[in-house]
């Protein structure tokens, strides 16, 4: 098995956890688990695939499915076990986001040679699964945390990108987007960094702003 | 019309109800009916397609949308006569579930040969109009209810695999995996089946848990 | 450029803007504003390519995945100028709205040679884009707005569908579908047009029905 292979399965393994975890938090029976393991496990990797256009990864290999159950599995019999689910979560969520930068970018630039497709797959690639864990299990999406997100996965495929231009050796830049997109949502995990948000002031409510002026102000 | 089409029409309409259900208590206009009878109604097979890499089955076929549009009308005049709107829908829902379980599995089989995938598809075309109606309308997912749902379309397409192994007489396949879902989940509803669920402890929402500790904890 | 590809890039444009809007009320950092800026300004059309099963139109063209990053960086800076970032957010969805509703319009029919197929995907590309950008960043969808929305959509792409079989000049056509969409929209928003709701009674709660009832009823 080559990295760029291992990083693939590694990538649908953690965010197939991250899924069972959300699951655990929603007291969901073992079918449930194995259902929202899946839909975030392959999630990313099956809406970078149609977009690209490409046969979908899992339909010609089961492999992937089995690892998503067998995640399910694990955590249904083992959650109990963590002090903390919810940081668990964040951080196999941070080795998924990591790994499927690198996965999404590889195989973005491979198809259709665009470093800015690119890019956009790997980051789309990263984050869906975790949308749709998070949407339909019913939580705030991790991408409206304070702390970086989608930056990191942004770092990991721009990372990709940069390394493939200047080395050329697919299992190193591999390595090297994995290494910065950790890197980047592990130290945004630890020390809570984050780029300098919008700041002026948050939303109001749309009852609020109805509220406060006439319709046609 | 073979049993097939007819079930497939039946899916199609019966989602295309709750659908419009929703849509009702959340005091929509009948443009609103029509657009979320018809997402709901459609979106689990067009997904499965998308995935499957197949022309999407309403762009051929008219009669799915014409379908879609009368369920939306018919609901508009009459849900005011239902008792319970969202019991109905539960009801409804659980047909569609059984239907699409069933035409889900069938389609998968046809094109890939793979029971696993086969199963798969046929989970999420049971599955992903009613994830798709629930988030649009804002209401929590029926994924999430304490009462066996997933399983029960996970249930009818084994079912039909099943069948199909030992039968290989579609219709019949069919039959069997939609009498089995919607057994599954028509009991769920009715006598309240659930799997045994995971059970130490609900989440805690993340401000519980950044206050309960530091966080390099 | 013609005039139906200045429209398409108004519509990336304007959509682009109101995620960023929506990640400025959540106070996202400048890469939150340009994902949620190009998911709400591309997603609805990859809907529209990926269900008609052509190439997704930014894979070829990178001028809008450009457009989408300016007009992130342009709200980053300025949106601290404007009173209110949700009626504005209103009034360029609107026009987005139209855009979309005409463009979607012409490439289902284009495609398919269907008005049925061309009125859905119509609609399909003027919502889709603002349902994924309400999802995401936790905002009730503007498809639940009392006054019309998906209408406005609808009355866009019927009046591309009637334009273009009357007069058969595609910019004539769209350009009659842009304005009926943004005045049937704008109307609801200025004078608060709506359709007849479904008006019985709202939805009640999950909870509310079964403690009213026992679950046999």
Redesign the interface.
């Known amino acids: 098995m080559t990295l760029i292979q291992f990083l693939d399965y590694a990538g649908v393994a953690v965010f197939a956890a991250t899924g069972a975890l959300?699951?655990?938090?929603?007291?969901?029976?073992?079918?449930?688990?194995a259902?929202?393991a899946?839909i975030t496990g392959i999630g990313g990797g099956?809406l970078r695939d149609?977009?690209?256009?490409v046969?979908?990864f899992?339909?010609g290999n089961?492999t992937y499915?089995l690892v998503c159950v067998a995640m399910a599995v694990l955590v249904?019999f083992t959650?109990?076990m963590v002090e903390?689910?919810?940081?668990l979560l964040l951080w196999l969520d941070a080795i998924g986001l990591a790994a499927f930068a690198a996965m999404g970018t590889a195989k973005g630039l491979a198809i259709?040679g665009?470093p800015?497709?690119a890019i956009?797959t790997g980051?789309l690639t990263a984050?869906f699964g975790g949308?749709l864990r998070d949407?339909?299990?019913?939580e705030?999406?991790v991408?409206?945390?304070?702390e970086?997100?989608?930056?990191a996965a942004?770092a990991g495929a721009v990372a990709y990108v940069l390394a493939d231009w200047f080395l050329a050796a697919p299992g190193m830049a591999a390595t090297i987007a994995f290494a910065t997109g950790f890197i980047v949502r592990g130290g945004a995990?630890?020390f809570?960094w984050?780029?300098?948000?919008?700041?002026?002031r948050?939303?109001?409510s749309?009852e609020e702003?109805s509220q406060q002026?006439s319709?046609?102000d």
């Not at 970086?148 to 930056?151: G, N, R, T």
């Open positions: 959300s699951a655990s938090r929603k007291q969901l029976d073992i079918v449930g688990f259902f929202l899946g099956t149609v977009i690209l256009n046969p979908v899992w339909i089961h499915v249904f959650a109990h903390s689910r919810w940081r259709t665009s800015v497709v956009i980051m984050t949308i949407v339909i299990s019913g705030p999406s991408l409206l945390r304070p970086v997100y989608v930056s942004g995990l630890w809570g984050r780029l300098s948000p919008y700041k002026t948050p939303g109001r749309p702003i002026s319709r046609r």
